[in-house]
């Protein structure tokens, strides 16, 4: 793994790079924006890219890697691509043909992480990871009681090596972090900055977590952005958070996250104790957002 990215082990031996680069888009913006996004995010320093079946942008991923390997940016074993299994596809019969399908998008021979994108039994998934076509396997929205569930599964060969829920200030999901920490498990945040704010899946009289005043606060205090404290104060609970942007300025300040100095005051935010979940149905909240130590 490139040695620009700051790391997290994971429980079968691998790393994650510390903070990955979110490729969600809704289909009105057209792929050719995000093809160039992950050029750009590429060329930042990103080596963790989170991408998806469902976002139908793999093609555009994929071309983006090659690319940049042709290049010489990068190696492959440089970068860490996690993509996900979608629901369409969860019959048994059906997982192996699909991620195939999703490492054609990619131009990939394995992936990184290959994820459940909503609670299904994992024995498929395992078996993708003996099949040599994924390296690590892994759950996403999966609450405690399901998380539990699946450990305790008589047979299961392989842990999930994270689960992937939305968390950020306004839901930090302290309890489900505390037990995938005992689990090794690690938390992958997605939603850190306040998501993308799509009307689909967000109520547009949310709060907007980068305005939040406590936030705002505590940025100018330290000298930082707004989205460099929640994403830092997510690294520094030992999450991996994700961040989208199509902006290069922003792609480069959200990666100074995993470099910069230790940040003290989040007591502050913390004791503030909002408890708000932005993704539309509610996913994964086990009503565990309180105060962290
Ligand atoms: N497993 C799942 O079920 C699931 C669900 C949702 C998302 N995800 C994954 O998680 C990723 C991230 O979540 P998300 O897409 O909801 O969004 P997010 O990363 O929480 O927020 C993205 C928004 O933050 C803004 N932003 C980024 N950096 C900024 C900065 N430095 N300063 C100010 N604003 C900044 C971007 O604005 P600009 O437009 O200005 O750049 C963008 O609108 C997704 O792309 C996807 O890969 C997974």
Known sequence: M????????????????????????????????????????????YRHIDTAYAYQIEEEI?????????AGVVKREDMFITTKLWCTCFRPELVKPALEKSLKN????????????????????EKC??????????????????????LNKPGLKYKPVCNQVECHLYLNQSKLLDYCKSKDIVLV??????????????????????????LCDVAKKNKRSPALIALRYLVQRGVVPLAQSFKENEMRENLQSCWSPRISIFRGILTWGASYDFYLPSLCVDSDADDVA
């Open 62 to 70: 994929g071309q983006a890697i090659q690319s940049k390997i042709k």
């Open 189 to 214: 945040a997605y939603g850190a900055l306040g998501t993308q704010r799509y009307k689909e899946w967000v109520d547009q009289n949310s709060p907007v977590l980068l305005n939040d005043p406590v």
């Open 106 to 125: 990619l131009q990939l021979d394995y992936a990184d992480l290959y994820i459940m994108h909503y609670p299904v039994p994992m024995k498929m998934l």
């Open 2 to 45: 490139s040695s620009k990215q700051h790391c997290v082990k994971l429980n079968d031996g691998h790393f994650i790079p510390a903070l990955g680069f979110g490729t969600y888009k809704p289909k009105e913006v057209p792929k050719s924006k995000s093809l160039e996004a992950a050029h750009l995010a590429i060329d930042a320093g």
């Open 129 to 150: 990871k003996d099949a040599g076509l994924v390296k690590s396997i892994g759950v996403s929205n999966f609450n405690h009681k399901q998380l539990e569930r699946l």
